[in-house]
């Protein structure tokens, strides 16, 4: 069964520090990955897309790493500031997406 | 960037009533669109794929006569939710694809959600 897991599920940092967010997958036969941040009550904004041919992708403070063998990607957001403050959403393309739950992230001032 | 709206993007309703949500991809052509839901501090899960000219591909577990889904045109697909009852209030989101986008690109763009509350 294909599924995609976040951990962890809640995440408060203060501002400036460096964010880690993790999503794994079980069928390593990806299309792509793609991160996207949610608002409370809004829908999704793409953040990076990640090709299955790819390890990773950069823009701004953002990088996503893409390791296919552990089942394994990251999101890196550098220096959090409290506008960071949102749900990331890891979606893995195996022919239709598969969400992970998110990680609710928090940026305190 | 390629954008898609959806409209309404709020919408409360009486319960047995039908309730049409549009999603279009305003700057760009789209063969295939899909449908999810989301709950409550829930992911979001792919409900149906809706492809231009031919019918919507549901996912296990969605009726497909509860949820009816018409994709007449490359910018337009709707979600009709049918006699509407309260536990199918939800967030309504749909996503499309890029006809111009080949291959395993597969980058999808997403609405920004209808909120359906059924009383």
């Known amino acids: 069964k294909q599924e995609v897991t976040q951990i962890p599920a809640a995440l408060s940092v203060p501002e400036g520090e460096n964010l880690v967010l993790n999503c794994s997958f079980t069928?390593?036969?990806?299309?792509?990955l793609q991160w996207f941040r949610q608002d409370p009550g809004k829908g999704l904004t793409s953040l990076l897309l990640?090709?299955?041919?790819?390890r990773e992708q950069t823009s701004g403070r953002l990088n996503a790493s893409l390791d296919k063998s552990s089942g394994r990607s990251t999101l890196y957001i550098a220096a959090s500031q409290p506008g960071d403050s949102a749900t990331y959403l890891c979606?893995?393309?195996?022919?239709?997406?598969?969400f992970g739950a998110g990680t609710q992230v928090v940026v305190t001032p | 960037g390629a954008v898609v709206s959806q409209h309404p993007s709020r919408v409360i309703c009486k319960s047995g009533t039908s309730v049409k949500i549009e999603c279009r991809s305003l700057d760009f052509q789209a063969t295939t669109m899909f449908w999810y839901r989301q709950f409550p501090k829930q992911s979001l899960m792919l409900m149906a794929t809706?492809?231009?000219?031919?019918?919507?591909?549901?996912e296990q577990g969605v009726e497909k006569d509860k949820f009816l889904i018409n994709h007449a045109s490359l910018t337009l697909s709707t979600l009709t939710v049918t006699s509407a009852h309260p536990e199918d209030s939800s967030f309504y989101i749909c996503?499309?694809?890029?006809?111009?986008?080949?291959?395993?690109?597969?980058?999808?763009?997403f609405g920004p959600g209808t909120r359906l509350t059924v009383l």
């Open positions: 990640i090709q299955s041919s790819q």
């Open positions: 979606a893995v393309y195996w022919g239709k997406f598969q």
């Open positions: 996503s499309a694809r890029d006809s111009r986008t080949s291959g395993s690109s597969n980058e999808q763009f």
């Open positions: 809706s492809n231009e000219g031919s019918k919507a591909t549901y």
């Open positions: 069928d390593s036969a990806i299309y792509n």
